[in-house]
């Protein structure tokens, strides 16, 4: 099973931008894709973002369309969201997860938290 470690969360500023980085273990990484997903405090773990490994195919939930950007560099075996105009409801833990099929989600990180003040 990857590992995979997310980094760069932190506090920021409503207005703010912040970049999260999820990184896998392993020389030969090949899923069919990978998503970013949050959980906020009292509530369900929602999707975030995904993109497509093999092919630059990505999606976006409503909520932070326009505003997050989703990208991976296979070389470096590593995913990305930068996450611009940030919102106090956009206060989470963020996690990395990646799927081998257009199934389910099976291999997911331990989550880094983003804290976004007024």
């Known amino acids: 099973q990857v590992q995979l470690v997310e980094s760069g969360g932190g506090l920021v500023q409503a207005g703010g931008s912040l970049r999260l980085s999820c990184a896998a273990s392993?020389?030969?990484?090949?899923?069919?894709?990978m998503g970013w997903f949050r959980q906020a405090p009292g509530k369900e773990r929602e999707f975030v973002a995904s993109?497509?490994?093999?092919?630059?195919?990505?999606s976006y939930a409503d909520s932070v369309k326009g505003r997050f950007t989703i990208s991976r560099d296979k070389a470096k075996n590593t995913m990305y969201l930068q996450m611009n105009s940030l919102k106090p409801e956009d206060t989470a833990v963020y996690y990395c997860?990646?799927?081998?099929?257009?199934?389910?989600?099976?291999?997911w990180g331990q989550g880094t938290l983003v804290t976004v003040s007024s």
């Open positions: 997860a990646a799927r081998d099929g257009p199934g389910l989600y099976g291999n």
């Open positions: 392993g020389r030969t990484f090949r899923p069919y894709g």
């Open positions: 993109i497509r490994w093999s092919i630059t195919y990505t």
